[in-house]
Nanobody, 126 residues
Framework: QVQLVESGGGLVQAGDSLRLSCEAS????????MGWFRQAPGQEREFVAA????????NYADSVKGRAAITRDNAKNTMYLEMNSLAPQDTAVYYC???????????????????WGQGTQVTVSS
């Protein structure tokens, strides 16, 4: 079983950039495909980005495509999400998630992940 801890959230201005980190422990990080999701108040959790176990494949939601980059460093047991051109609609709690069933697929759905972090708040002011 893997434990996940997100960091890097905070209050930023519209147009700023941000890098979120997700540190894993307790299991072999390279055995999991990983994903980022976000949830705004009153809304369902939505897919942001995903990456396979060795980082060779990535997938992005249309809402962030072209201004987000998901990467991972298996030697550091850490995954990252860099986003630029942030807008108020990016405000949400951002969660990282791990999937062991399909490590070679960048899974886009919430139900595809077995393990979740507790989230980090990102607030973008206009």
């Amino acid at each position: 079983q893997v434990q996940l801890v997100e960091s890097g959230g905070g209050l930023v201005q519209a147009g700023d950039s941000l890098r979120l980190s997700c540190e894993a422990s307790g299991s072999t990080f390279s055995s999991y495909s990983m994903g980022w999701f976000r949830q705004a108040p009153g809304q369902e959790r939505e897919f942001v980005a995903a990456i396979t176990d060795n980082g060779d494949l990535t997938n992005y939601a249309d809402s962030v495509k072209g201004r987000a980059a998901i990467t991972r460093d298996n030697a550091k047991n850490t995954m990252y999400l860099e986003m630029n051109s942030l807008a108020p609609q990016d405000t949400a709690v951002y969660y990282c998630a791990a999937n062991r069933r399909w490590p070679t697929l960048p899974v886009r759905v919430v139900g595809g992940y077995e393990y979740w972090g507790q989230g980090t708040q990102v607030t973008v002011s206009s």
